[in-house]
């Protein structure tokens, strides 16, 4: 698929940066679903008592499935790279391209990196204070679901410069469905108030159909990317031997609107 | 009289930042040695009230000073548009993880701060801070470790006659992520090599990310540009 060898091949970064995008979303589905069962996520109306029950059967699942989280998860970096990268392939303002960065860099820490750290500290010490164990279930619970802007704006970012783009990087139904991803940020705010019913973190609509949305959305983009990738134009010649020495901000631009 | 660059102010703050650096790391009194996971939680209430001051003041430093490292990195970054590259897509990805590798100590030294605000509290709740902390700064490496992959990565790729940097510093760069990874499974085990003060979580871990800055300090020195000229003009 990447096609030619390595010296030859000017889309090799592109390709590069697909197949780890590939790798974190395959490792990051394997963690949360099935090493670390976090997902489907706990029940929000657990007593404490339950919480350590709950801790004590996803014991190892959590601290190994994390473990792997915290080793890997910089790797998450690929996909907001190439995002980024395809917005500056549009008709718009590099403003776009790097408020997308920016907000998706930022989101990894109470994302992702605060309910690998809660759910480890919680499974550590198995024998701890069941209400402290339950602090830090909704901590990682609801840090997790409950980080909503930065998806939200993030979200709204990227259909914006897609449905303005001419150069038809992303067809305009790709915007719209970025629309529905940043709905489910919306409609996930109502679990920072409820503990049961289709509203709560594990709720119908506040968890299953946020993962259905989510789940699309993300096969999508990537197929999206691939496609992008494989439209990329750089001619078959060889890499440039030397690269400009010092770029100053003209030159810069220069550089990428020549990619 | 040749003018300084901004370049040259950064990467010269550098080791002043350093000294501060040392500085909070000798300051803090849970690293020589490092604190025991299995302390309990009466003998980890008694450490923050003995030590109260100590903590407040090197976690104060850490906390002005560990973000630091960005500006460090961003010149790294502009190294990279040197490189034979056809995208910025590389580039694109070390700024993805820059912020967010200090972002994460920077959360410990809040933990730890936390830890030593109120030491009369219920010693559960202290420890619950100092885990936090621990496991925040030992197991929040994923930023790190990005960040080495993806410079190594730059550097293979970067094939023409005069490379930006040289292809040991790839290598380089490929060993430091190997001896970040056993610091993410240091919740695994209260105990050995792994636990959080062991060998491979606290030392291995800690004296790769201080090698790490001296090595690409100076490989970085000697890339960046020594005169004003071909910087463009000045925006």
Same mark, same amino acid.
């Given at each position: 698929m990447t096609g030619g060898d390595g010296r030859s091949d000017p889309k090799r970064e592109l390709w590069l940066a697909w197949y780890a995008t590939v790798a974190f979303y395959s490792l990051y589905a394997v963690v949360f679903f099935?090493?670390?069962?976090t997902q489907p996520p706990g029940?929000?109306?657990?007593g404490p008592v339950e919480v350590a029950a709950w801790f004590s059967g996803h014991h190892r699942g959590l601290l190994v499935g994390f473990a792997l989280i915290f080793v890997?998860?910089?790797?998450?970096a690929t996909s907001i790279a190439l995002i980024t990268y395809s917005i500056r392939r549009?008709?718009?303002?590099r403003a776009f391209a790097y408020s997308y960065l920016i907000l998706y860099a930022i989101a990894a820490v109470p994302g992702f990196l605060f309910i690998c750290v809660a759910m480890t500290v919680g499974a550590m010490?198995?024998?701890?204070?069941p209400a402290v164990l339950r602090w830090l279930y909704d901590l990682g619970f609801l840090s997790f679901s409950g980080t909503m802007g930065v998806f939200l704006v993030g979200s709204l970012i990227w259909m914006t410069a897609i449905l303005l783009?001419?150069?038809?990087?992303?067809?305009k139904w790709f915007g719209y469905m970025n629309l529905c991803n940043a709905l489910t940020e919306v409609v996930v705010a109502p679990s920072w108030i409820?503990?049961?019913?289709?509203?709560?973190?594990?709720?119908?609509?506040?968890?299953w159909i946020n993962v259905v949305v989510f789940g699309l959305y993300t096969g999508v983009f990537i197929t999206l990317l691939r496609r992008m990738i494989l439209r990329e134009?750089?001619?078959?010649g060889p890499l440039p031997?030397?690269?400009?020495t010092m770029s100053g901000p003209g030159e810069a631009a220069a550089e990428v609107a020549a990619a | 009289m040749r003018r300084i660059t901004g370049e040259q102010v950064i990467f010269w703050a550098l080791p002043l930042v350093a000294v501060m650096w040392l500085a909070a790391f000798l300051l /803090?009194? !849970? /690293?020589?040695?490092p604190m025991s996971p299995k302390w309990s939680a009466a003998r980890v209430a008694a450490f923050y009230r003995d030590h109260t001051s100590r903590v407040r003041y090197s976690m104060v430093l850490f906390n002005w000073f560990?973000?630091?490292?960005i500006p460090v990195l961003m010149l790294i970054v502009e190294r990279m548009?040197?490189?034979?590259? =056809? +995208?910025p897509v590389l580039r694109y990805c070390v700024i993805g993880v820059a912020g967010a590798a200090p972002i994460a100590f920077l959360t410990s030294t809040i933990f730890w701060l936390l830890a030593a605000f =109120?030491?009369? =509290?219920a010693p559960s709740l202290t420890q619950l801070y100092n885990d936090l902390a621990w496991i925040t700064f030992t197991c929040g490496i994923p930023f790190l470790v990005a960040i080495c992959v993806f410079l190594a990565v730059s550097i293979y790729l970067?094939?023409?006659? =005069?490379?930006? /940097? @040289?292809r040991w510093v790839a290598h380089f760069n490929v060993l430091i992520a190997v001896a970040l990874v056993?610091? @993410?499974?240091? !919740?695994? +085990?209260?105990? !050995?090599? /792994?636990?959080?003060?062991g060998l491979l979580s606290f030392w291995v871990k800690n004296v790769a990310i201080a090698v790490w800055i001296l090595v690409m300090a100076v490989v970085l020195g000697r890339a960046l540009p020594r005169h004003h000229e071909g910087l463009g003009t000045p925006a």
């Open positions: 099935v090493v670390t069962r029940k929000p109306w657990y890997l998860g910089g790797l998450s549009m008709s718009v303002s010490r198995p024998g701890r204070d783009d001419q150069n038809r990087v992303f067809p409820f503990h049961g019913g289709a509203l709560a973190w594990n709720g119908t609509i506040a968890w134009d750089f001619g078959r031997d030397l690269a400009p | /803090f009194p !849970g /690293f020589l040695p560990c973000v630091a490292l548009r040197g490189m034979a590259h =056809r +995208t =109120r030491p009369d =509290r970067d094939q023409q006659d =005069r490379p930006v /940097f @040289g056993p610091a @993410g499974f240091a !919740g695994l +085990t209260l105990s !050995g090599a /792994f636990a959080w003060n």
